[in-house]
């Protein structure tokens, strides 16, 4: 349910959920006077689990949205209106040592959130791999971009790009969703900024491979404007290219999901498969090294569990970094460098963004 007037896509949704917590709030210090601090607790729980749920009714308008909006709902609930429930809760207890758990417990939330919103979103690494091959006469270096995944071009776009540039890569790879909007009134203003920052950080002059996400999936072609006078080659649809030697194939968002691989013209050269979505390894098609994105690296990664939701099929340990497969080729799948947007919470945890640096180099 997403109307013109909204100030942003999940407008509706965030003041559902606040008039609801509030709701909530109000009520946790007469439930605990009245049946204790475990009815309180419980209330407090039915309230945000019976916002998750409704939620989907009213605001369910993506593919995954109610899985996005209950993590948005959750993270109101935990990492705003936790420490305030906490504090509530502290100011009843009798004893010290309750005020210490209780006060401990809401600094923590606010600690994690604080992190998960602020500080790790912004913490851009740069991930290095080495692959040698005897296919490989000389070093090439490969930069890999993956779901830059902006609705502006902000700080941490300019950031990643410059990062992009200092890496002196040979050839970039872009792995899809470049910029996320719901409506194309929003999306196309942003095409001339993005172009314009290529530029300026003369990434225009590299040569690169450029394929398709699920965020160009909804605008046709229009998309491929983004790359507009660079030295980019758009595969779309699905296609192969050469580079100094090298194979490239690039898969659509369809083609990826579904691993449907245009074969490789030899096995004698040097080949790569790009992918956004990363189940096409799972069809093991022929080639030395397979690059995706799309996973985010679970953008929320918890000890122990690993990441909560990759929206891939591959194996959750395969969903961030390199995995040496049963075929001998070898997936890279980044974490990518922004964060999912619509109706998303836009946080990160455990699971920095990243750029990918790939050497090439001679297997002796």
Known sequence: MY???????????????????????????????????????????????????????????????????????????LFVFGPLACWLGMREQSGPVGRRVVGGLGLLLAIIGIDAFWIEPNMLDVTNYVVRSSKISEPK??????????????????????????????????????????????YQPNIA???????????????????????EVHWGNQWHALFENTRATILDPSDRMRWQGIEIVGLTMKDSKNGRVPPVSSEEIFSIIVGHNPNFSLTRPKADLYLAGHTHGGQVRLPFLGPLVTLSEIPTE???????????????????????????????????????????????
Not at 3 to 23: A, K
Not at 54 to 65: E, I, L, P, S
Not at 193 to 215: C, M
Not at 319 to 332: F, K
């Open 193 to 215: 900024p993005f172009n314009a920052l290529l530029k300026e950080f003369q990434l225009d002059t590299i040569p690169s491979v450029v394929v398709e996400g699920d965020a």
């Open 141 to 186: 270096r490969i930069v890999l971009l993956a779901d830059i995944q902006t609705d502006s071009i902000n700080t941490q776009t300019r950031q990643a790009l410059r990062m992009a540039k200092k890496q002196n890569p040979d050839f970039i790879v872009y792995a899809g969703d470049y910029l996320q909007h719901s409506f194309w009134r929003e």
């Open 318 to 364: 395969q969903t961030a970094g390199r995995t040496e497969l049963d075929n001998g080729s070898t997936l890279i799948v980044s974490r990518g460098i922004g964060m999912e947007r619509y109706d998303a919470p836009r946080l990160r945890f455990l699971c920095h963004p990243e750029i990918v640096v790939i050497d090439l180099l001679p297997e002796s």
């Open 3 to 77: 109307y013109t007037w909204f100030p942003y896509d999940s407008f509706g949704l965030d003041v559902y959920t606040l008039v609801g917590l509030f709701g909530s709030l109000w009520g946790v210090k007469p439930v605990y006077r009245r049946f204790g601090e475990t009815a309180s607790v419980a209330w407090y729980w039915l309230v945000l689990m019976l916002l998750c749920l409704g939620q989907r009714y009213f605001f369910d308008t993506q593919t995954f949205g109610s899985i996005f909006g209950m993590l948005r709902v959750l993270s109101w609930g």
